[in-house]
């Protein structure tokens, strides 16, 4: 079995691997201020691991022309990535560069093929099984198995304890683990110390008289803090593509991990369905706002942002992971960030707060302990060399393949070997 890794190496951003130039996993763009993407390619079949952007948001791309090769996936990746799709090109508008069409959204339709956790499936020859990877919604870790050799593609996955998922706990036997390392240089305290934190310093700042904005990614994130929220008993109001995730995941409550629950915490709710007149208007109150986009590239949060930035009362609540270049980037590392097409100080406190849906380096770790027999491809991450390297000081055959890099895979029995391509 012959593996190019086309995108998501020695990065974060734009996953997209190619089994024996007929399979491919995943298919996406890299986020942040200005996107890029994978090489194009023309497989049989294609796995979309999980709905983020990242992972999902070139698939329609695949569909060109005549082409048609069948979409796998579960149903609420289905729905999440169509969903991120009409959202791309929304924000794009009419610009020419456009990296796919609506007539291609439109032919996701045609070629989608739903399945649940733990069911085989057959795709371009190989027998394809997914597992629930405990990240968002519907996501998955993508066994194939060509009859002689079983590679494990975790895609993003987490160990730890979440309100809106169950943690990923299926290990499947594979002869190779392409694993992701987003946070393998990071071990977070108790996902209940992160959350009083948060709380804590939400509920001071209203009763101090503040508002506090919370930038969040529509998918996963925003759920997480209605969650987080409704439990607290902290009015909260929900704007951006979120609200439409939050409706979608409603009609899906075999992907949520307490569907009565997450029914409660979309009532609780506040959505806002105005413009920006509304929007400034709620910016005003002593409450808290959970709003796209994650990284302030966009989306409401530049809304109220603005409307929050100049009084030290008000705090803005970052929740994740911030792309180098971003404006949530900077607006950590330096106080200021690009706000209303200039760029400015922000006087409002901000503070990080760490709700990543992605394993730490404990919960990595402990994946990889059910592979000690396996080949392990480090992959998505910052450091992916550095971490494949403390891998091998413990006694993992362990390496990270540079962006384009083939790598051939072979049952434990007789190995693996790195190819040039």
């Not at 494990?152 to 943690?167: A, H, I, S």
């Not at 990923?168 to 393998?184: F, G, M």
């Not at 109220?304 to 607006?331: F, S």
Request: net charge negative.
């Amino acid at each position: 079995m012959r593996v190019r890794f086309l995108g998501g190496a020695r990065e974060v951003g734009r996953s997209a691997v190619l089994v024996d130039d007929s399979l491919l996993l995943d298919y996406g763009m890299s986020g942040g201020t200005h996107s890029r993407y994978p090489p194009d390619v023309e497989p049989e079949a294609v796995v979309v691991s999980h709905g983020h952007l990242d992972h999902t948001g070139m698939v329609p791309a695949l569909l060109k022309g005549t082409r048609r090769p069948p979409v796998h996936w579960t149903k609420a990746t289905r729905d999440l990535a169509t969903l991120l799709a009409e959202d791309t090109l929304s924000i794009q508008g009419d610009r020419y560069d456009q990296p796919f069409t609506r007539a291609e959204i439109g032919a996701l339709g045609e070629v989608s093929v739903t399945h649940p956790y733990g069911e085989s499936f057959q795709a371009a020859g190989y027998e394809v099984t997914l597992f629930d990877a405990g990240h968002i919604p519907g996501s998955a870790h993508v066994l194939v198995d060509d009859g002689d050799t079983r590679v494990l593609y975790t895609g993003d996955f987490n160990t730890g304890d979440q309100r809106l998922v169950e943690p990923s706990t299926a290990r499947p036997a594979a002869d190779a683990v392409i694993v992701e390392s987003t946070y393998a240089d990071v071990t977070r305290p108790p996902r209940s110390e992160i959350e009083d934190a948060f709380v804590q310093a939400v509920t001071e700042t209203v009763h101090r008289g503040g508002t506090v904005v919370v930038p969040a990614f529509a998918i996963g994130r925003t759920q997480e803090m209605m969650l987080l929220c409704e439990s607290n008993d902290i009015e909260c109001y929900v704007d951006g593509m979120g609200i439409e995730v939050t409706d979608r995941l409603r009609h899906a409550p075999a992907f949520v991990r307490d569907p009565e629950r997450y029914r409660r915490a979309s009532g609780h709710a506040r959505f806002v369905t105005g413009r920006d007149g509304q929007r400034r208007r709620i910016a005003a109150k002593n409450t808290v706002i959970v709003t796209t986009a994650g990284m302030l590239a966009g989306g409401p949060a530049m809304t109220y942002v603005p409307a929050v930035a100049g009084n030290p009362t008000n705090l803005i609540a970052m929740t994740g992971y911030q792309v180098e270049g971003t404006p949530g980037r900077d607006l950590l590392e330096t106080g200021s960030a690009e706000i209303d097409g200039r760029h400015r100080p922000v006087s409002a406190r901000v503070r990080q707060f760490d709700f990543s849906a992605h394993a730490d380096r404990t919960g990595v770790l402990s994946l990889l302990e059910s592979y000690r027999d396996a080949t392990v491809f480090v992959n998505h991450g910052d450091q992916c060399e550095r971490f494949a390297a403390d891998l091998r000081d413990m006694g993992f055959d362990a390496s990270a393949p540079a962006p384009g890099e083939t790598v051939a895979v072979a049952s434990s029995k007789r190995g693996v070997r790195k190819e040039s391509v």
